[in-house]
């Protein structure tokens, strides 16, 4: 029994000596700190003196150069879109003058924007219709956006244009892209189908009867049972 009150006394002896270390060294953690900020003030104020500029500069460029330049692009492209939806291609396209510079205008001008992206998705649309396959494909390269929908149309056309420029592997290629791109189930099965008469088209059976099958797992409500025709199809075709 004695033993045993020695030892938990001794155990809390020991506790008490590791407790009074710790703060021991936390102490002279302390006073090494207070020493280095002691030695080094002036640097430790030029280097807080250059983070607050930096933040500074940042809010500065967002709200004195970043907003304007979203604002002029914004309104380049509205004017450009009521043009377009008027059936004013020439017009909406622009390009041609400062004056009127359409969505091809407002891309080059406002590249980094989101009106200025969106420009160039609407550009592209536009040269493809005049049958500008090149221009158009360049164009709609430089589309980016966070909508998937939006992106997954992007490949699509692109897919077109390559198939009108006798690229039709290439093309193959972007309508797979097409249909992983978007979340959208629709979208997702139009591009897959796409992808599918495309592979029928260039003999690629294999190809072929990997998108109709996907389509006959994923999307059937879409299909009305045309997928298990198709599949059949490629067995003849």
Request: proline share 2%; aromatic share 12%.
């Amino acid at each position: 029994m004695a033993n045993k009150q020695n030892n938990k006394k001794a155990l809390r002896k020991n506790e008490g000596k590791e407790t009074v270390e710790f703060f021991k060294d936390l102490d002279k953690d302390a006073l090494n700190t207070e020493r280095f900020i002691e030695r080094y003030t002036k640097q430790i104020s030029i280097l807080f003196g250059v983070l607050i500029l930096g933040i500074l500069g940042y809010f500065a460029y967002q709200q004195f150069i970043v907003a304007p330049k979203n604002l002029e692009a914004t309104k380049s492209y509205l004017i450009a879109q009521k043009n377009l939806a008027e059936g004013k291609d020439d017009l909406a396209l622009g390009g041609k003058s400062a004056a009127n510079p359409g969505f091809t205008g407002t891309y080059k001008e406002y590249p980094s924007t989101d009106a200025g992206k969106l420009s160039a998705y609407n550009a592209g649309l536009l040269e493809f219709k005049k049958g500008n396959y090149q221009k158009a494909y360049d164009l709609l390269d430089d589309f980016d956006s966070d909508n998937k929908t939006l992106v997954a149309m992007k490949y699509g056309a692109m897919a077109d244009c390559q198939s009108n420029l006798n690229k039709n592997d290439d093309a193959l290629s972007l309508l797979d892209k097409a249909a992983s791109a978007s979340d959208d189930p629709y979208t997702s099965y139009y591009f897959t189908r796409k992808a599918g008469l495309l592979a029928l088209a260039l003999n690629k059976k294999d190809a072929a009867k990997k998108y109709f099958s996907t389509i006959d797992e994923k999307y059937k409500d879409y299909d009305n049972g045309q997928s298990d025709a198709q599949i059949e199809m490629t067995k003849y075709y």
